[in-house]
């Protein structure tokens, strides 16, 4: 062999031999989402997330729904990394502050519980850790299933703002709209249903319903439940300042079960969605299974909410973790 191509030989093995460490540096750095990421850099991380949890929803009832519909609001645009706790700035609006983030609050109690996490780990745990379990220990809260969950995200250092309505549907969409959106980060017609069985809890503000009985009520409506519509939103053009509601489900209201399902096949879905769930062929075998079956629901609901916190997220060294989740470091250092 000669001068040049032993070289050439030398140089290509120690070219290999660089890039395989590199890879094996880059996996041991980034194992990605596992179970109990924290177990050596702050074993008690979950503890506190789920006593925090308790607390607060010992306090106010009303954050579990918070915490449930923050997974959705966060992973399902682009990437399950805190994107939607970001505050605005002078260049960018807030995810919180979009149309399609209506009604949503109670962020101020995520930064309790980022708080009581600092105290314990400081600079460890990310928000869009603390986001995703925190909206898992809300659903045992409201009666739901244990979900078993992985960790290891970090947090993003920008809003979605701009492309937010490219990713969450609205309540007026077609079904076939939904289950397009759904299935773009993994979730089947099933999985779709479990989760809009969210709507067990919670309420829904008379701004996004009226249009069913104004200026006619919507004949798909079930009589019955009608005159308690109208009694919760008596104006056809609510002040968006008063907080007008119906309870989603007027018999469980604070309890997340498949009690929706038998609602919405009983023509009581308040929104569009709900009632194309029910009535949509792609859709409706699942609603009635799930009318039938709490432990169906719930295996399906656990499966759904698995996928939806593991869209895209930010591991290793990408991204950050925040100091506190309402501002990206680089801002809450000048501050």
């Not at 759904?304 to 809450?332: D, F, Q, Y």
Request: include cysteine.
């Amino acid at each position: 062999m000669g001068t040049k191509a032993v070289f050439l030989l030398l140089a290509l093995l120690s070219f290999s031999a660089v890039s395989l460490r590199s890879a094996l540096a880059e996996n041991e750095e980034d194992p990605g989402l596992v179970m109990n990421f924290y177990k050596d850099t702050c074993p008690q991380a979950e503890d506190i997330i789920k006593e925090q949890v308790k607390l607060l929803y010992k306090r106010h009832k009303n954050t579990a729904f918070s915490w449930l519909r923050n997974i959705f609001h966060d992973c399902a645009v682009q990437s399950c990394d805190a994107s939607l706790l970001l505050d605005s700035t002078r260049k960018t609006l807030s995810e919180k502050e979009m149309d399609r983030s209506f009604g949503m609050r109670n962020f101020r109690y995520i930064e309790n519980i980022k708080e009581a996490v600092e105290r314990e780990c400081p600079g460890v745990v990310s928000c869009a850790d603390i986001l995703v379990l925190s909206g898992r220990d809300g659903v045992v809260a409201l009666g739901g299933p244990y979900i078993p969950l992985k960790t290891g995200r970090r947090d993003g250092r920008k809003s979605r703002a701009e492309i937010l309505e490219q990713y969450l549907p609205d309540h007026n969409d077609s079904m076939s709209v939904v289950l397009e959106r759904f299935a773009a980060i993994g979730i089947d017609a099933p999985g779709l249903v479990a989760l809009l069985g969210s709507h067990s809890v919670g309420r829904t503000h008379c701004v996004k319903l009226v249009h069913r009985l104004y200026p006619e009520v919507d004949p798909a409506l079930n009589p019955d439940h009608v005159p308690h519509m109208l009694h919760k939103c008596p104006d056809a053009i609510p002040d968006p300042k008063a907080v007008q509601y119906v309870r989603n489900d007027r018999g469980t209201p604070m309890v997340l079960d498949n009690n929706y399902y038998r609602n919405i096949l009983d023509s009581k879905g308040l929104m569009m969605v709900d009632h194309q769930l029910a009535t949509d062929k792609r859709t409706r075998p699942y609603v009635k299974k799930m009318a039938k079956s709490q432990d169906y629901f719930f295996k399906e609901f656990s499966r759904a909410i698995t996928i939806l916190s593991e869209n895209n997220p930010l591991t290793g060294t990408k991204g950050e973790i925040r100091k506190v989740c309402n501002l990206a470091n680089k801002l809450h250092d000048k501050s």
